[in-house]
Each structure stands twice: as C-alpha cells, then as structure tokens.
DNA sequence: TTGACGCCAGACCGATCGGTCGGTACGGTC
DNA sequence: GACCGTACCGACCGATCGGTCTGGCGTCAA
C-alpha cells in the first residue's frame, strides 16, 4: 500500500468532503472545518469548488462513479440472473465496505429530499442519472430472472428498495467502522460473513414460495 | 377524525419538529423556522425545552416510544417464532407507514454517531435504551427460531440489522410520501403491497436453504 | 526582468445560528 | 392587594455560517 502520487489539494478536500459530509451531512458539516482537515485556506475551497453545494454533488458524483465502476464487469458478464444477481450484490457489498463511508453518505442522499437551489440543477440531475442507472441494472436482473420464472413474481421496484436498504443501511451502521479499526485482516473477515449473510436474505426472499 | 383537544404548545412544537427533523436533519434545522410553523416565538421554545439537543431527543423518545407500544401486543402473545416475527414485522411497518416522519427520522438517527454534547447524556442514552430494548425483543424471536431450528443459523445481529435496514429505509424513501398524499384509500393499498413483499423477503431469507 | 497565471491565505461581509435577557399578561392563592 | 408560577414575547448577544475581495507567493514562458 504506497502512495504513488501526493494527492493534489482538490483531491484532498474531496476526501476530507467525503468524510464529513458522511458523519454530519450537508447542513452539519462548516467549511472552515472542512478547509483546517484539508490543510488549507477557507477561501482556497471556493478556487476549486464553485459553492458548498457543488461540492457535495461532486463528491456524491465520485463515489457513486466508483461504484459504478466495480459493478460493471458483473453486468458486462454472461451468466444468468441466478450467478449474476448475488454477483451484483456482493459487488456492490465489497464497494460500500471499501470505502467506509460511501455507505453513509449514500444513506443520506438515497432518502433525502432533493431540494438543491436552482443553479446547480445539472449536477443535481447528472448525480441522479448515475443513481438511477445503477439502480436499472439491478432491477433488469431480477425481471428477467422474474421471466424466466426463477425468481418468485415480486415488485421490482420493492425488490430494488429492499435490497438498497438492507445492504446501504447495513454498511452504514456503527460496527462496520470498529471492525475496520480492528485491522484489516479481521475487518475483511467480518466484512466476508456480512456479504454471505446479506446476499443470503436477498436471494432467499426472491427464491422461497412465499406460502407464509 | 376528529380531533378532541387543542393541542398544547409543547404537543405542537413537537410534531412540528419531528417533520422538520425528518425533511433536514438536526443541523439542518433552524430554531426561527421551527418556532414560526409551531405559531410561537423563537425563545417561547426555551421555555418548553431546554435546549436544540434536548428537544431532538424528546421527539426521538416520543417516537421511538410510539412503536414500542405498537409491537408490545405481538410481543406479549403466546404463538410460535414463524408466527410472531412476520407479526413483528407488520406492526413495524404499520406503525412506520402511519407517521412517515417517523421513518426518515429514525433512519437518520440510526446510523448517526451518537455525538452529543455531554450535558444531555443521560437523554441520549435513554433513546438508546429504547432502541437496543426493541432490536431485543426481534432478536429474542430470531433466536428462539433457529433454537428450535425452524429458521436457518444466521448471524442474528445480522439478521436483526438486514430487517432495520430494509423496513426503515423502504418506508424512509420518497415515493411512500407521494402515495400518502394520493389519499389515504390509496395509501393503505400501497402499504399493504408493501408490507407483503418486504415480510416475504424477511421471512424467505430466514427459511430458504443457503445453497447458492 | 517582466508579466501572466495557478494557487492560496487573511481580512472581511451580511445573514443566520443557538441561546439569553428583561419584561408582559394571566390565573390562582393567600 | 401582594404574590406566585406558567406561558409567552421582542430585542439582543457572541459565534459561526457561506461566500467575496485583495493581495502575495511561486513557476514558467518570453
């Protein structure tokens, strides 16, 4: 684990931004708190972010763009939604655990109003667009598993939502930051069981008769 | 529907709060907008609570107590696991679907580093008490379950976490707050819908045989 | 040597933050 | 009438908010 190159000062304040912004959210989190843990200047933030809100969506637009990235080789794969839909979630899993805190910032975002000023709409609407096609591929796998009958006739939709909330929420939650402060060795043995665990519970529901 | 008191000052500011709460987060609200939409002044509500902090615990206890009482019948009767956690589920949700602040509220608390300032510790931690008492008595179903080995050996902390996540944020995200508003004919069917499928997932997750 | 430019700090702005102040109106009790 | 506690208000406080302005420091090309 070396670091290859020194992180430019706008890659740091988006690593300090993703921090904060996760542990206090947007309204929580005060720029001059955010310029002290990136090492500089209040004012230097505004030469390489236009405001405090197109900040956030840049940081929500990286995370969710790494995300991305690491689903892709799944979707581009071949097999069927039986081997790609746990894939999916496992993927999505190791990306969430990854990046500690993606999964609160995402947390926040997924469920929160988006009532951004006017002027920064696009970003808005881009951030949403990643969400949205993120969220499309899962929900093409679980229809076509649907077609061909080897899922139960679920709501897509409620599918979709209970997979994003077990999964984001799961991460997201305390113990996950204590397992990583525990090294790394034993943190990726928790994350492992997390991962079976979780996916389990979706294939699980979208498998068994529902005859409850 | 009739309401049969006047709600008290103090009653009002705190139903005002738990939507502000819900819509922005505690940083994100301010004491000016809250006082104006309670119908009081800015310092009449120093008078009621004794702080920011205080008053966010107070609405968190209120809520938190509410679906104590919602799930005290279920825990109370006699019938077996496989009975009693779907009925655990389902006053959950019902007690979730039926103030939708709730749910965003909780769901932002829930994951939220408990960070309070030291002078209301003692509020916190009896939030807190309330919240491990209730995840208890889910757990305690989940366990007498794979005791008697009608469900599979899961990670109950798991389990119990994969639940929270799953209902809390299903009824936290928007679109449940557009189907209150098309009435509430409309709604109850959507909840209904709702409540089937995330129980089935729940249940399914717990009965299927893990061998994917 | 000069000028242009990227990057950054410090002083500063109006607005708003949570919270305190002195004071008013009112109903009950001796 | 004197005196209380409850409920409430407008004015005000220091601190902090997001954001702007001015100007300095280094680098590189001309």
Redesign the pocket.
Known sequence: MVERHEPT?REKILEVAEALFARSGFAG?????L?DRS??????L???FR???HLYLEVLRTVLERIQERLAPVIRSQSGPAEKLPAWVEALIDALAEHPNSARLLLRALFEDDDFPEDLEPQAQEVEGIVMSILGTYQAIVQQGIDLEIFQPVSVTDATQTMIGATVYHFASGEIGEAVTGGPIFAAAAIQRRRREVVHFLIGGLTADPTH
């Open positions: 000062s989190v005060g720029l001059r708190e310029a090492g500089l200047g209040k004012s230097s505004f030469h390489h405001s405090k809100g």
